[in-house]
């Protein structure tokens, strides 16, 4: 029961929280005094955080945190050591938090972290990601690369009847309003054959078949119209 009251507390405390002096000594001094509940008084601390609405008093709110565990930091080892570790993460998320608001007690903030390094109330490596945080401008949402099609040269180009026909309609237009290109037209017309656009793989074209020359006898060459013929018979005689 007595933990329930003083953690009640505490709620009464936070509530009332800005940045002023007087409202952050009441709560670091309480914080000191029940150092034995620190794990359940960061929590409660944290709940409470994330519940403030987005308003100028609750901003006054959320810096009054940072500088109410700064006094407490700030003390004596002896007394500061129980809240070194349990605060790191909610050290991390105040501060974070900061760099979206324009606030003049955002540079107040820096010369605390600048103080915590000089007396080395936290590693440097930890004060520096502290400062990281702090400074880092808002990351800007990235946009997906355009991306731009562009035609093999391994793949061979071909032009389809319809495509063809889609060509000559386009030229037989032009050469309507100008005459000099009717030669052009011309040449292309009579060799709109797709075989003359699409280069075959088959390898080359057959020699044509040459055809067998007559005398206008009739007969072979070599063979005379007035020589006799002879007879089955006449051989055998």
């Known amino acids: ?3 329930s009251l003083e953690l009640g507390q505490l709620k009464q405390l ?4 800005d940045s002023s002096v007087e409202s952050v000594s009441q709560l670091s001094t309480w914080m000191v005094a029940n150092s034995a509940l620190v794990v359940e008084v960061v929590a409660v601390m944290e709940k409470m955080y994330h519940e403030l609405a987005p308003t100028s008093s609750a901003m006054a709110t959320r810096f009054g945190f940072f500088f109410a565990l700064n006094e407490v930091l700030l003390k004596k080892e002896r007394v500061r050591k129980p809240f070194e570790e349990p605060l ?13 608001f324009n606030d003049k007690r955002v540079e107040k903030v820096i010369r605390c972290l600048n103080r915590w390094e000089k007396y080395k109330i936290y590693e440097v ?3 520096h990601q502290l400062k990281a945080l702090l400074t880092a401008p808002p990351a800007s949402p990235s946009m997906p ?4 099609s562009v035609h093999s040269p391994s793949t061979p180009l071909t032009l ?4 063809l026909s889609s060509l000559q309609s386009a030229l037989a237009a032009v050469t309507t309003s100008s005459p000099s290109l009717t030669a052009t037209t011309t040449s292309i017309s009579t060799n709109s054959s797709p075989s003359h656009l699409v280069h075959s793989s088959s390898g080359p074209s057959p020699s044509p078949t040459p055809s067998l020359s007559l005398p206008q006898n009739g007969l072979p060459l070599g063979v005379d119209a007035a020589a006799p013929a002879f007879s089955n018979s006449a051989k055998t005689g």
């Open 1 to 3: 029961m007595a933990e």
């Open 14 to 17: 936070v509530s009332g929280l």
């Open 88 to 100: 790191r993460g909610f050290l991390t998320q105040l501060v974070s938090s900061y760099r979206q």
């Open 125 to 127: 490596e930890f004060v």
């Open 145 to 148: 690369p355009e991306t731009v």
């Open 160 to 163: 389809e009847p319809a495509s």
